[in-house]
């Protein structure tokens, strides 16, 4: 897609957000999944009829077949309502579970799961996260087992046991991508949502808000999985749940970056016009520098996203950068979304504005898909056990 | 109150908010006003029963006569749990008008108003911020109006005329201290609720949990009250704010040390059990630092917060100083909050956790009471002011 | 000049680094100009014999016609060591320098002033900054003055009176470019080293170790210039400064991002090597931790000055972006330089290791070319000026 | 000492280094050693005449008898001036050494080298930090050697064996305590500087100014002392470190509190003159709040200092909170030094100001006498051991 084209689609996007998008949000039912369910499937169908539904897949799925440099600014546009991604059906944790689905699942699994995922007429949910002392950002201490088994009618498949949480998406979902340990080590199948051994306890509350289908907690209980619901090859699934999350990061740090774009958009808007101590609050020059701040981080933090989208369009590792890209840009966004909250003082603290949702959305972010502190130990480790020390190359 | 007799009475205390105190809390409701006064209320009756109620009074209204060094650690303790200053009868805005009402209002207001404020029958308000342009961090701001009137019977009085916002308590209130524009400058009424001209439109919907009262929106609208609703003397408002100010500040400084020391109760322990690449996670140097960080942070602010109250307690201005631990304490605190979070992963960001709740507790100190950016222009413009500019002194 | 060819280059400067000029880098002569000035002059003659002068010159002026997204990388090169941009003839003041008069100066200025600058056979200044009340962060403050008058055999041209400091390359240069007010406005002069008018006072001590010519305190008393000394046009003076530094505080990134990546190597190798409570530094996570940082530091500055690079080849305004870069780019570096210390320890602090000295050479450039406070205003302002308010474009 | 006579102790201090103290420093011998020890013969003479030398000793060895909590109001007017510990006989390393002879030197051993000291006759120098593999922020891994031998009159002693570097004031000091490892584990000795085995090799160059007699580098070969030579008991080195430690980290606490104190002075005269931007510094909210950020650290920072010194006079153990100031006090020091700099800009750069110094004298305190890294490592590993983790208490 050239510059202009690119840059017509983004105006198109942005034009659907702020016309049918935005003004859906409600935040009162910030946590309503019923009510973002059926929201959202209307404005998917709108999105359908605009041509902008999934601009991430290829043309022969439905999509705009964009390039991971071009989805920065794409989702960015997306991402500044709440209810954006969602709308364009690549929100969390579908989008990266469609891309899981093309990567290692058979076309017979694709037709099953992956075309109704796809075309927005199911949701799914991501079942990785256990509770202590299960896996938490250590991949490595998953305790929920698969063992060969037979199901009710004698026919070869698995046994899943186990007990996951904040399985993002559990609440109304179809289907479950979930991570479990089989003897050949950690693997991924798929669960069915009416699956008798797929037990949903609760969704979990949380800080974040408009999160389709909320955290679940689920049992699995003798949950038995017939063969074809293998996905990929076994014990690969820490090399699966590695591509996933870099890919998935990425696509994190774009709607993020919408997010806080918006909420200094609405910082700009308010001090703008809200006078103290004599003058605009735009004319202190404590405010500037706060505006400053976030003009810098939102700059660095675009840049920084688009150079690792585009390593991913020359196949390049982004191993290192992707880490990177985590660290450094949830951490600007949240700053970015915490000077927005001390610029507009009491408004920003209350649901009159988007500025607390905002913040509450992207705290998380430092610490799904593997907290800072994780990624800073192995940054460190791997620049240091690099055989060639030269950080100027 | 001897050192050891504190110490016993701080024991206490705590006991109380861990044995009746905490086991109340309901993640669900932090934001339902009216289930946060009925469980108040009993819990109100228990600290009665106990002798802990209102200790910053005196005794003979009811309290234990603490001085403000004291009340430090006694408001510490209280302040652990979201209901604790609610149960001990002295959380905002209730504990600042109850201490406004002490030193400007006539004794036939004080048996009006203050008494059954102090003996936890009613709840009260406070109404100065305003929607934009009105009063927000600047206090000159204020644009209600008081002018002389006379009531429905022909009585003198004042008619007042405005709009507020972010009235703390209003919703339940049974009256409200408000600070308008009189001719002679600032100054300060009581309305009761029953008041026809007191409009409450609404509780406005923030980020932070267990609010008493919440935080109302209020029309004013040809509100008569009678010649008795003034409280001390015409066009006094700024400097009465200021008094309240930096007392209420000091005991929010107060209840945030427990809040924030919870947090870090919570996250030490935590770490100590979850196990994570190998090690618990007490082990990794990284979670060490922070610990350390929250160590110094917490240490620190005590010793501010203390310091300021003893130079109440010899009856120093506090001014400088005030504005001082305002800032450094809020964002002390916060930082805490922050940190007990990212120890505590995806449990921290849910309400299974008291984490998430403290960290939106917390934030909006750093705004109300003077942002921090008001107060560093302040502290600033302070020093600078000195003829004397010795810092060593 | 494509990826290889530029692969290859830099490779090429980083071997004269390593080989000629880091070992010749003498802390104890960090403030000797003369010692700097011999031993620059041998290893410029060196770059001229391989070829690496001047690179971001035409090769019609004997350089290599690099554009501005290539100096990047060959810049860094060079940065790494104190010596290096002097070696290659691309320090600050001359390299700026030699920016001005190949975009202002007559061609028969060029041939007088810039052939042998260019040439690397003298040594060039630059005065601007003044002692209060001067012109200091705020350019319109000049108050050194520039008026008609006439020569002593009685030719027309002007007479400069004024005080300047902090004058770059001052002692040993040639002849400097001289920042005045005339009647017009703002101009530039042209003032050679003999002119009994211009009076060098002394050589400001700094901080900052390798200044090329020192920072010069100079009085200007009665200092006639001929005709021929106003460079480009009378009043233009505040748009030449404007577009020379915005060139030349990229130059700056480009040289710092060297200079913090070797504080980077040699910490890198110093925690690989010393051990401490049991373990190698390297295997502490708070090391890896910092080590992670300045990686993230350094990736996002090196996108940051490549961003802005990118827009000077394509002929952009880069008026808001130059100044985050400034800001951003100089304080990640500081940071570096920062971690760099605490992960050295004494050695660190010590002329043993370039760390302390890497730290004193970059600490200035969060001052020099305006003052972050300055940019952050200045980007604040601009932000909030836009009609536009759309941070997500 | 009553509240009044602490005051007027202090003024005369702050006189005496007004009017003594600091005219006398001249930055451009920041690194001469001889220079410094002959001023500071000077200076100490006139302190002798004014009865303010050593005042933290016991009046009967000539001092003012003054407890921990006196000393920090003292020690920071002292520390004022680069010159000013010296001047008072209280510089490092003398002053820990004089406390550390007190502490554990017989009264044959104090007769010999603890009087002179005190008198101000010879200067002593500290020898524990070693080049790599040996000991640095690690106390462990010290690896200079004592075993038993015979001098070489046959006379029974020690033979010590080993290289130090970073030794305090080794050049010009008439004797050296120094910590090595025996078969009993690490113990302290006194070595006389005209011993044989004593070879001081040079003083390492370092960042930081006016350190009386350097950072040394001393090869320990066949050293022989005698018995007396041994300081306490064998194998308390650990012990005794700690203990000099403490207190030497609160002495240097107290001393960076002026150091820090005179730079904001300095700033503050700054900016209330320079004019920038149509307005005089001062005026500018940015500096404004950068003002309020040095009052907040430079207040808490002196809470936390008079903390430690207050629980060193109860005599209360203060292993976790030293530390924590260690930490919390250097790093505000270098914030309010860091922020001077960069308040008065090029000026604080130059030698022509005292700020730049300053901030060369501070930097190392983050690392001297352990750095933040490990303190922090120590203090939340010790948060997290105690068995009763309760914060608030």
């Known amino acids: 897609m050239d510059a202009l084209a690119l840059q017509q689609l983004c105006e198109r996007v942005r034009s659907f957000i702020d016309e049918c998008v935005i003004p859906r949000e409600d935040m009162s039912r910030a946590h309503d999944i019923g009510w973002l369910d059926a929201t959202t499937k209307e404005l998917r169908a709108e999105a359908d009829r605009r041509g902008l539904a999934v601009p991430q897949l290829a043309p022969r799925l439905g999509g705009l077949g964009l390039n991971w440099v071009s989805c920065v600014d794409v989702f960015a546009q997306a991402g500044r309502s709440f209810l954006g991604a969602g709308a364009l059906g690549c929100a969390a944790p579908d989008q990266p579970n469609i891309d899981t689905l093309l990567q290692i699942a058979t076309p017979a699994q694709q037709r099953r799961w992956l075309d109704p995922l796809i075309a927005g007429r199911v949701r799914s949910a991501f079942a990785m996260t256990e509770p202590a002392p299960g896996v938490g950002s250590d991949p490595r201490m998953i305790q929920t087992r698969a063992r060969r088994g037979r199901g009710p009618g004698g026919e070869p498949g698995w046994i899943l046991d186990g007990h996951k949480w904040f399985s993002s998406g559990a609440v109304g979902a179809a289907f479950a991508l979930v991570v479990v340990r089989a003897d050949e080590g ?19 509350a949380s800080i974040d808000p408009f999160a389709y289908g909320g955290h679940g907690e689920v049992v699995l209980r003798d949950c038995f999985v017939a063969e074809d619901a293998l996905l990929g090859e076994l014990g690969q699934g820490l090399v699966y749940a590695q591509l996933r999350l870099e890919g998935a990061r990425l696509f994190h740090c774009m709607r993020g970056l919408g997010l806080a774009a918006r909420a200094m958009d609405f910082a700009h808007d308010y001090v703008l016009k809200r ?29 920084v996203t688009t150079d690792v989208a585009l390593r991913l369009d020359r196949g390049d590792s982004i191993r290192h950068e992707s880490s990177m890209a985590k660290v450094f840009v949830s951490e600007a966004l949240c700053r970015i979304a915490d000077r927005a909250a001390q610029l507009t003082g009491a408004l920003g603290m209350s649901d009159d504005a988007p500025i607390a949702m905002i913040n509450r959305k992207l705290r998380p972010f430092r610490i799904y898909d593997g907290a800072s502190e994780v990624h800073r130990a192995a940054i ?3 620049a240091l056990m690099r055989t060639n020390l030269d950080n100027t190359r």
């Open 186 to 204: 950690p693997s991924w199948f798929v669960v069915d949502a009416d699956n008798p051994g797929w037990q949903l306890q609760r969704s979990v």
């Open 275 to 303: 006078e103290s101590f004599g003058a605009r609050l735009s004319e202190h020059q404590q405010v500037q520098a706060m505006v400053a701040d976030s003009q810098i981080d939102l700059y660095s933090a675009r840049l």
């Open 380 to 382: 460190g480790k791997r």
